[in-house]
């Protein structure tokens, strides 16, 4: 991985921590509608960009772009319900790692299992330790804690792939690819987050939860954005599992500033699981 590419994948696992911390926060809100306001303040908030790289590059958006980026909000959306759901019931330093881990297992697995392959010592060696991980940061008793991560890990290693194929193969430009899809969410979570049942909340949530979801839709952005580039200096097998130092920080930060429990068997719990996710990776 060229330097660069290092620099963007660690800023952006430091990003990705972040507004994890801040969705941990604001889970005692109503899930849809802080999601709905982060879409839309990252949508308000980002668009200068977004416009001046289409005026600098002459870009144009194709129905081929946005027939693309359409499969990736749909698999996104997906994933920050599950995951705003997910902070509701558990502990963000036991979710984050879980749902983190648990894309490149299940990846490797449904490989293993439906396509004929065959993974190599490190492979099998990588699969079992996030298991380890998984059933070491969940405890005996709290097992029933770590589901909601392992949801969120199935769509996790859905993004993952298909986002990667459409910065490559595709050729999208991950700034068109992350803003189109920021919009696209804010547009499908509306009629929900503005329906009858919700509107009366919106304003509450913004009153009580707006650092949050502004720094949510900064940190959202930036954080993919930074991935996406690095898709294109490096191969996805070495991105992905190098963006996963990421479940150390969000533990720590759930540790330290949330005072969530079991600090020490938790931090241990996620570095086994970043050490399968490489083992993974370099099988």
Do not use: C
Not at 41 to 58: D, N, R, T
Request: glycine letters at 10%; zero cysteines.
């Amino acid at each position: 991985m060229s330097p660069w590419a290092l620099v963007l994948v660690f800023v952006a696992a430091f990003s990705h921590a972040s507004w994890n911390l801040l969705s941990k926060k604001a889970s005692e809100a109503d899930g849809i509608v802080f999601l709905w306001l982060a879409a839309t303040a990252s949508a308000a908030l980002w668009s200068p960009l977004f416009v001046g790289y289409l005026l600098v590059s002459g870009t144009g958006v194709s129905w081929t772009d946005l027939a693309a980026i359409g499969g990736s909000t749909a698999i996104h959306l997906g994933y920050f319900v599950l995951l705003q759901r997910g902070y509701g019931k558990g502990d963000l330093s036991v979710v984050y790692p879980v749902a983190r881990g648990t894309g490149p297992m299940l990846a490797s697995l449904v490989a293993v299992l439906f396509l004929g392959e065959r993974p190599g010592p490190l492979g099998i060696a990588g699969i079992a330790l996030v298991g380890v991980g998984v059933f070491l940061i969940g405890g005996v008793r709290d097992l029933r804690a770590v589901a909601p991560g392992l949801l969120v890990g199935v769509f996790i290693a859905a993004y993952t792939v298909w986002d990667s194929q459409v910065v490559s193969a595709y050729a999208v430009a991950p700034i068109m690819l992350n803003y189109v899809a920021e919009v696209g969410r804010a547009m499908a979570l509306a009629p929900v987050a503005l329906g009858p049942r919700r509107r009366r909340l919106v304003l509450p949530v913004w009153r009580e939860h707006r650092s949050r979801v502004l720094g949510a839709a900064v940190l959202v952005f930036l954080s993919y954005l930074l991935v996406l580039y690095a898709f294109t200096m490096a191969p996805v097998s070495v991105v992905a599992p190098a963006r996963e130092v990421s479940v150390l920080i969000a533990v720590a930060l759930g540790g330290r500033l949330l005072a969530e429990g079991d600090l020490r068997r938790r931090l241990l719990a996620a570095a086994v699981i970043l050490t399968g996710i490489v083992a993974i990776a370099l099988s």
